[in-house]
């Protein structure tokens, strides 16, 4: 039986990269996937313009979900997938999202400068604002490539506390791939969004530990840009099954 959803942020141009890295955690991990569309309506009230214009939009969203299902289910034919068109902006509706998550995924669109603003917005926005995991899959990555039997995963650890969610993650994740975990310290700095990329590279995973604020606004944006592997940011706490208790605590018949 499955307990808990992957939710996936979806554009109108679904992202391959994190839809595939997605249903492969929730696969692996036994848990559900949620795809989800925060539907962005045009600003200023014209005559007739909500006739047209919302329900295109509308339809161009479910298009998006629906081809983003039938990547997934290339990837876990038997995986539980649910699509929801939701109205807001990125970051308060995956902030919404993120109550009945176990984890949070978007991916970077390759928009160039554009979409590095868009995609660091909404990191900004969700890492350190959400208690479950935040992972960032970039545009570099390619989820078919094999990534060797001794590709790591690596953990930024800032020697603080607030570590204990990112090092069971990546043990876990670990386990799950037979991969070695190999550890970073994280210090404060210019560059260590690109120490902490180059230390990543050809790894199979990058998980971020640091309880500091400074990191997670100005550097995890960075790391995002610079690692060529999927980046996972853990809030300190551990929260297991957070999303699974939530779910069913605000529950209403």
Known sequence: MRHGVVVVGVGLEPDERAVRWAAAEARDGEFDLRLVHALVLPIGHHPGWGLAVVPALRGRARDALHAAATIAREVAPDLAIETRVVRGGPVPVLRQQAREAELVVVGSDGLGRVGDRL????????????????????????????????????????GTAGCEGAWRYA???????????????????????????????????????????????????????????????????????????????????
């Open 171 to 253: 043990a876990d994740h670990a386990h799950r791939r037979g991969a070695p975990v190999v550890a970073v310290r994280v210090t404060g700095g210019d560059h260590v969004d690109r120490a902490l990329g180059d230390r990543a590279r050809g790894a199979e995973l990058l998980v971020l530990g640091v309880d500091d604020a400074w990191f997670h606004h100005r550097a995890t944006p960075g790391v995002v840009r610079h690692a060529a592997c999927p980046v996972v940011v853990v809030p300190p706490i551990p929260l297991a099954g957070a999303g699974t208790a939530r779910t069913a605590a605000r529950h209403e018949p």
């Open 119 to 158: 995609l660091g917005g909404v990191v900004r926005g969700l890492a350190g604002h959400i208690d479950v995991p935040l992972a960032v899959v970039p545009v570099d990555y390619d989820p078919l490539a094999p990534h060797g039997d001794h590709a790591p995963v690596v953990v930024g650890d800032d």
